[in-house]
């Protein structure tokens, strides 16, 4: 499955934008479905991961309450809503997806996007 990240920009701290991943190659509505990303020098982190049927959702404490993780299998597509956005959330956003109920170990992904850059400004 081939992942496309979108949606990424260069905001003022406190504004909000919504990521999306695009999946193609197959239906995805079967997988796990998680954000990561990586701050400038810093090593990738979890950010949130969404269960195949869209019950369970699971964050990073760095972003509870101010990220929102969604799912639209008609559109083969997730979403991630980012509200209250700070300058310490600047990094590259990368989607992954991985068969079955996964949580927030990155090497239980398969398949990785290219990553979307998202910088805030103070």
């Known amino acids: 499955v081939q992942l496309v990240e979108s949606g990424g920009g260069l905001v003022q701290a406190g504004a909000a934008l919504r990521l999306a991943c695009a999946a193609a190659?197959?239906?995805?509505?079967?997988?796990?479905m998680g954000w990561f990303r990586q701050p400038p020098g810093k090593e990738r982190e979890f950010v949130a991961r969404?269960?195949?049927?869209?019950?369970?959702?699971y964050y990073a404490d760095s972003v509870k309450g101010r990220f929102t993780i969604s799912r639209d299998d008609a559109k083969n597509t997730v979403y991630l809503q980012m509200n209250s956005l700070k300058p310490e959330d600047t990094a590259v956003y990368y989607c992954?997806?991985?068969?079955?109920?996964?949580?927030?170990?990155?090497?239980?992904?398969?398949?990785w996007g290219q990553g979307t850059q998202v910088t805030v400004s103070s």
């Open positions: 969404i269960s195949w049927s869209g019950g369970s959702t």
């Open positions: 190659g197959r239906a995805v509505s079967t997988d796990t």
């Open positions: 992954a997806a991985a068969r079955g109920l996964r949580g927030w170990i990155s090497r239980e992904y398969a398949y």
